[in-house]
C-alpha cells in the first residue's frame, strides 16, 4: 500500500470513527437539563426515558440512604448479595447523575434552588405537603426559574380530596383503577400486580407530556406545569370499558368466555404441551378460508355450518370445540412453523424470558446489553421510542450520590461551599 493510500485508509476510518461519533450524541434532547427531585419507578421511569432521548437527568436522593428503592426486596427481584444487578434501580435510572441532598436542611434546599436556576425541567414525585416542606413546590422553583417546566407525577392526581394521599401503582393504577378488576373477569381470586407495570406506563406518559411542553416552552418561552396520576393512566387505559359502563344501564363490556366467543379466530387456544397461541384476526370473513385452510380444515371452508357469516356465528360454540381438538394435536413449535405463512395475526404466548431470544426484539434493539456502574453486565429492555432508527444501549443507574461533587461544580457552586455544605450535613 502506498503512502496515499494509506492517508486515503485512514481518513476513511476516522471518518466512520467521527459519522459514529454523531450517530451516538445525536439525541433529541440534547442540551436539555432535568432536575429529578422523585423516589421508586413511577416518575424516575419518565427520567430514566429523557435520559435515553439525550436528556442531562440529575437525580436528587436523599443524603441519607438514597432512593429507598435501592433496598427494595418486596418483589424478590433485588439479590443483595455479591455483585447482583439491582434492576429495581437500573430500570427507572439508568443514564442519570445522582447527588444526596438533605432536603430537610436549609443548605439542602438552597442546593437544590441553585440548581434549578439552570435547568429545563423539574420533576417530582412528592406530595404536595412535602413539597412545601421540602422548599420544592412550583412556587419555590418558579422563584428562580420562572419558565421551568414543573412536572409532578402523583398517584390520584393534582386536585380532590387525595391530592396528598399516598399512591404506588399497585394501589392507585392496578387496584383503585379498576384494573384488577377487568383482567381477573370470572376467576374467584383477583389478578396480581405485576412489579412496576403501571408505573412504566407512567413514566412514558410523563415523558410525553414534558417533551410536548418543551416544545411549548421553546415556540413560547413559556414553561407549564404537568401532571400526570397513576389513577388517571388507569381510566385512559380502561377507556372502551368505562365508556361502555356508562350505557346498557351501568353494565360493562359484555363478555364472552372461551368457548363462545364472538369470533372464533380471536381468542388463545391451548396446545399440545400446556402452552398458548393467541388468534387476533379481527376480520373473520377475510381470514376464515385461509385460516381453515392452514389448519388443516379446508373441508369447513363450505361446510354449511360455518360457510357464511350468520351460519358461521350461530355455530361458534361447535367451531371452537373443533379449533381446540385441533390445536390440542401438536406442540407450541410444531405451530409456530405450521402458522409461519398465515397473513392473519398470531402468536405464540411467550414467557418474559423468551422476549430475550424473540427476532424482532433482537432486530431492532428492544432489549439492551450494557453493565452497571461497576461493571456488571445485564441486560434490560429500553424505551420503546426510536428516533431515526437508532436503537438505545443506556448507561448504567448511578451509584447513591456518585456525582455530587461534580454536578454542583458544574452549577457554579464553590469548592469552599461545597465543603461547607458538607459539613452541615446538606448534601453527600
Known amino acids: 500500500m502506498t503512502g496515499a493510500d494509506q492517508n486515503t485508509a485512514a481518513q476513511v476510518v476516522m471518518t466512520i470513527d467521527l459519522l459514529e461519533d454523531i450517530i451516538s450524541t445525536d439525541k433529541v434532547l440534547n442540551g436539555v437539563r432535568v432536575l429529578e ?46 455483585d447482583a444487578v439491582n434492576y429495581m434501580i437500573e430500570i427507572p435510572n439508568r443514564g442519570k447523575k445522582s447527588i444526596g441532598v438533605d432536603l430537610s436542611t436549609p443548605g439542602g434546599q438552597e442546593v437544590v434552588r441553585e440548581l434549578a436556576k439552570s435547568c429545563d425541567v423539574f420533576l417530582t414525585s412528592y406530595l404536595p ?12 422553583i418558579r422563584a428562580v426559574n420562572p419558565s421551568v417546566v414543573y412536572v409532578r407525577g402523583s398517584g390520584h392526581g393534582p386536585k380532590g380530596p387525595d391530592a396528598d394521599k399516598a399512591g404506588y401503582d399497585g394501589v392507585s393504577y392496578w387496584a383503585r383503577g379498576g384494573i384488577a378488576s377487568v383482567l381477573t373477569e370470572e376467576r374467584d381470586e383477583l389478578v396480581r400486580s405485576r412489579p412496576a407495570f403501571g408505573d412504566l406506563l407512567g413514566g412514558m406518559t410523563i415523558a410525553g407530556g414534558i417533551a410536548a411542553a418543551l416544545y411549548k416552552k421553546a415556540t413560547t418561552g413559556e414553561g407549564s406545569v404537568v401532571d400526570v396520576s397513576l389513577l388517571g393512566l388507569a ?27 364472538p369470533n372464533p379466530l380471536v381468542g388463545t387456544y391451548r396446545t399440545k404441551d400446556g402452552r398458548y397461541v393467541q388468534l387476533m384476526m379481527l376480520q373473520l370473513d377475510k381470514f376464515y378460508p385461509e385460516a381453515m385452510r392452514t389448519l388443516g380444515l379446508a373441508e369447513l371452508i363450505d361446510d354449511p355450518r360455518f360457510a ?36 392473519g395475526a398470531w402468536s405464540i404466548v411467550q414467557t418474559p424470558g423468551e422476549l ?10 428492544y432489549i439492551a446489553h450494557t453493565t452497571t456502574t461497576n461493571g ?12 431515526d432508527e437508532q436503537p438505545v444501549v443506556p448507561p448504567g443507574a448511578p451509584e447513591h450520590g456518585q456525582h455530587t461533587e461534580e454536578v454542583l461544580m458544574d452549577a457554579g457552586i464553590s469548592w469552599d461551599a461545597i465543603e461547607q455544605y458538607k459539613e452541615s450535613g446538606a448534601i453527600l
Open 376 to 387: 456488571a453486565p445485564y441486560a434490560l429492555p429500553t424505551n420503546p421510542v426510536q428516533f
Open 235 to 261: 381510566a385512559w387505559n380502561l377507556s372502551p370499558d368505562v365508556a361502555v359502563s356508562q350505557i346498557h344501564g351501568g353494565g360493562a363490556i359484555p363478555k364472552y368466555g372461551h368457548a363462545d366467543a
Open 37 to 82: 427531585v422523585a423516589a421508586w419507578t413511577f416518575v424516575p421511569s419518565a427520567g430514566a426515558v429523557l435520559a435515553e432521548w439525550g436528556a442531562e437527568v440529575i437525580k436528587v436522593e436523599p443524603r441519607d440512604g438514597g432512593d429507598p428503592q435501592r433496598g427494595l426486596v418486596t418483589m424478590g427481584i433485588v439479590d443483595q448479595g455479591g
Open 356 to 365: 430475550c431470544d424473540d427476532a424482532a426484539v433482537t432486530a431492532n434493539g
Open 129 to 140: 405537603h412535602r413539597r412545601k416542606k421540602m422548599g420544592i413546590d412550583v412556587d419555590d
Open 308 to 343: 357464511e357469516p350468520a351460519a358461521r356465528y350461530q355455530n361458534r360454540v361447535e367451531l371452537i370445540a373443533i379449533l381446540d381438538d385441533v390445536f390440542a394435536q401438536r406442540t407450541v413449535a410444531e405451530w409456530r412453523d405450521a402458522l409461519a405463512g398465515l397473513s
